[in-house]
T-cell receptor, first 111, second 120 residues
Framework: KQEVTQIPAALSVPEGENLVLNCSFT??????LQWFRQDPGKGLTSLLL???SQREQTSGRLNASLDKSSGRSTLYIAASQPGDSATYLC??????????WGAGTKLIIKP | NAGVTQTPKFRVLKTGQSMTLLCAQD?????MYWYRQDPGMGLRLIHY???????AKGEVPDGYNVSRLKKQNFLLGLESAAPSQTSVYFC???????????????????FGAGSRLTVL
């Protein structure tokens, strides 16, 4: 059974730092991996999607990498800003086309 | 373009009461999903639909029923609410669940803002 883990559960860093969020999964047979952002009281917003054949995707200050063989993905946020404060979730689409979700990392960027 | 709209946003129920959560999307998406989110856990799929008139069970379907009578609407019902169903419920929709040959945009889910349900 596919399991997705995100460590740490919470992270607090000063503004301006570059940071990395981690996502690991137990079964490498995936179609894609997605990173989402969740703001309090709001729905989830898709940030990046990496197909299984890809190694990374970039959007602005965000860069997501995928290493299927090791079952890992990282979300790199450059030059963090207070507006980046949110919970970040990763999800893998498994061989049954279902999305399996991590519990998220709550990120706080201190001004 | 409203995207995905969920109603109500908040609801408090007593054990044994029934209620329906409504999800509406205006993007002509084929696929719709109901998830629940509990503290410290990832989202868990309750039920989903691959098109009008069709529904399927997800990971945690017990205690819930769904209907997709119209393509744009996906209803989640609780027939007899229990405290264990206290949660935040999210609806989402997508063009398809993707089979590798589709563009990345087709796999992306659009979420509603969530419905917070408390069962006393």
């Amino acid at each position: 059974k596919q399991e997705v883990t995100q460590i740490p559960a919470a992270l607090s860093v000063p503004e301006g730092e570059n940071l990395v969020l981690n996502c690991s999964f137990t079964d490498s047979a995936i179609y894609n991996l997605q990173w989402f952002r969740q703001d309090p009281g709001k729905g989830l917003t898709s940030l990046l999607l990496i197909q299984s054949s890809q190694r990374e995707q970039t959007s602005g200050r965000l860069n997501a990498s995928l290493d299927k063989s090791s079952g890992r993905s990282t979300l790199y946020i450059a030059a963090s800003q207070p507006g980046d404060s949110a919970t970040y979730l990763c999800a893998v689409q498994d061989s049954n086309y279902q999305l399996i979700w991590g519990a998220g990392t709550k990120l706080i960027i201190k001004p | 373009n409203a995207g995905v709209t969920q109603t109500p946003k908040f609801r408090v129920l007593k054990t044994g009461q029934s209620m329906t959560l409504l999800c509406a999307q205006d993007m002509n998406h084929e696929y719709m999903y109901w998830y629940r989110q509990d503290p410290g856990m990832g989202l868990r799929l309750i039920h989903y639909s691959v098109g009008e008139g069709t529904t399927a069970k997800g990971e945690v379907p017990d205690g819930y029923n769904v209907s997709r009578l119209k393509k744009q609407n996906f209803l989640l019902g609780l027939e007899s609410a229990a405290p264990s169903q206290t949660s935040v419920y999210f609806c989402a929709s997508s063009y398809s669940i993707g089979k590798g040959t589709l563009s990345s945009g087709a796999n992306v889910l659009t979420f509603g803002a969530g419905s917070r349900l408390t069962v006393l």
